[in-house]
């Protein structure tokens, strides 16, 4: 795919004077750093995709098993990697409110102007221990649309600078060959280099009159970042669990003390140039694993298998989602129920300038595992494409008046139904084309499911990289 998927320049300029300033680096003149996130109002992360929408998807097909397994590599091994990388494609679909995954992609990146072959690259993962980290799949999905455009894998770093995260192989499953991430940096703990030698790093000023920190420098130098938390338990002062925010812990030193160890570090780190700073605004998409999960932690193993990833542009309000729709309603955990966490929860809008009520009325997607398609045979094909069948038929019917058959590699295809007028009839974003025989049957039905009358018609069916027309009769 590479070279496949260029998009144009944005100006962003207008979206927040405040990053273009970059970083603030100490012994510039200025004594404290007002950070990227204005001290009043708000910012756009990215000017088509609102800071208030976040997608979480659930499939547990995901996991077929459905077992919570305990160690990292039995759970990389359980997953159904296809599946996954197809369900981050609806995820970004309805993130960014486009009609094809190559258009999602290309407006969830925003690139420098510079060329695409010399963009850098972070992704922060959460390490610490080693049987509850980013699944390699999600990591390798994001990797994979990086490089699907121009982004050399070289430049792809993927990192934990925490000293938990050094040494106990937690690296190990990232490193190996065979676990797709190939060509990609991966940093063992800051470089390899010991835990109190910070000296290369980068000096930035924190907001909120913190003290200066170092940061690591792979953060510093990026030009986009990406920031994979998992869903696993933590202080009830910073919401109960650590999610994208906490994650940057492991990014600064020094690393929170008794001074810093509640939510003023975290906010304030999170508000820095160092993360929201540059043009475009460098952290630029949140994921939060949420495949197996924990109460308490982190640095325990998982309990929990809620099958669910979450998706946003803000870390603030992907945090919020987690905790309030999946850890709070959904798996009841007491850690981020506590009184103390749902105060801290509050904070996660406050600090960034929103409303409780703004929180609380977010655009909040769910997505279910799409039963669009069947699988009549079920048995997994070897080959990269697989075959699909458009059925017409009229209402209720299996009987097909007409069937189509194409052959499509496993990705999302959307169905348009047309008339010779070119008024569209009826869209179908569809699951995509995966193991087996896949059918989509179309009834004759309009998108508000009155019958349509008999004549011609012009059935259009595309996915990520290729289309495909019609025509046919309906009777």
Not at 99 to 104: K, M, V
Not at 371 to 393: D, F, H, M, T
Not at 438 to 466: C, F, Q, R
Request: net charge neutral.
């Amino acid at each position: 795919m590479k070279g496949h998927g260029k998009t144009s320049r944005r100006n962003f300029l207008k979206s927040t004077t405040a990053g273009a300033a970059g970083l603030a680096i100490a012994g510039s003149g200025v004594k404290k750093a007002e950070g990227a996130w204005p001290s009043s109002g708000t910012m756009e992360i990215n000017p088509e995709v609102p800071n208030l929408r976040v997608v979480c998807c659930h499939d547990e097909s995901m996991i077929p098993d459905g077992q919570v397994e305990t160690s990292f590599q039995a759970q990389n091994e359980a997953i159904d990697k296809d599946k996954l990388a197809l369900n981050m494609d609806r995820m970004a679909i309805a993130l960014t409110g486009k009609t094809t995954a190559q258009e999602a992609w290309d407006t969830i990146f925003q690139f420098p102007s510079k060329p695409r072959n010399e963009v850098k690259v972070a992704v922060k993962v959460n390490c610490i221990n080693s049987s509850n980290m980013p699944r390699i799949a999600i990591v390798k999905k994001v990797c994979d649309e990086l490089t699907a455009r121009d982004v050399e894998p070289e430049n792809i770093t993927v990192y934990d600078g925490c000293s938990g995260a050094h040494g106990n192989s937690k690296y190990t499953y990232y490193t190996e060959s065979n676990r797709d991430l190939t060509g990609i940096s991966v940093l063992d703990y800051r470089n390899g280099t010991d835990d109190g030698d910070w000296s290369s790093e980068t000096t930035v000023q924190i907001p909120d009159g913190l003290d200066d920190h170092q940061c690591m420098t792979t953060v510093t130098d990026s030009d986009i970042l990406i920031n994979c938390g998992v869903n696993k338990g933590h202080g009830t002062n910073r919401g109960g669990a650590t999610l994208c925010m906490k994650n940057h812990f492991g990014t600064f030193n020094p690393k929170p003390d008794s001074n810093h160890m509640g939510n003023a570090f975290m906010f304030a780190a999170n508000k820095s140039n160092a993360i929201l700073g540059g043009t475009p605004v460098r952290q630029q998409l949140c994921i939060v694993d949420s495949l197996w999960s924990r109460n308490t932690g982190p640095g325990d193993v998982p309990t929990d298998a809620p099958a669910r990833i979450l998706m946003g542009t803000f870390a603030p309000a992907i945090d919020w989602a987690t905790c309030k729709k999946v850890r709070n309603e959904i798996l009841e955990y007491s850690r981020s129920m506590n009184a103390t966490a749902l105060s801290a929860q509050e904070n996660f809008a406050r600090e960034f300038n929103y409303s409780v009520n703004d929180f609380e009325n977010m655009d909040y997607i769910e997505l279910q595992e799409a039963q669009v398609l069947s699988y009549p045979n079920g048995k997994k094909q070897s080959r990269n494409s697989y075959p699909l069948e458009v059925k017409i038929a009229r209402g209720s019917s299996s009987t097909a008046l007409a069937t189509f058959n194409f052959s499509l590699k496993p990705e999302n295809i959307r169905i348009s139904i047309y008339d010779l007028t070119g008024a569209l009839i009826y869209k179908q974003n569809a699951y995509a084309v995966d193991r087996g025989r896949n059918i989509v049957l179309w009834y004759g039905k309009d998108s508000s499911g009155k019958p349509v009358a008999a004549g011609k018609y012009v059935m259009h069916a595309e996915t990520y990289h290729e289309s495909q027309t019609e025509h046919f009769v309906l009777k």
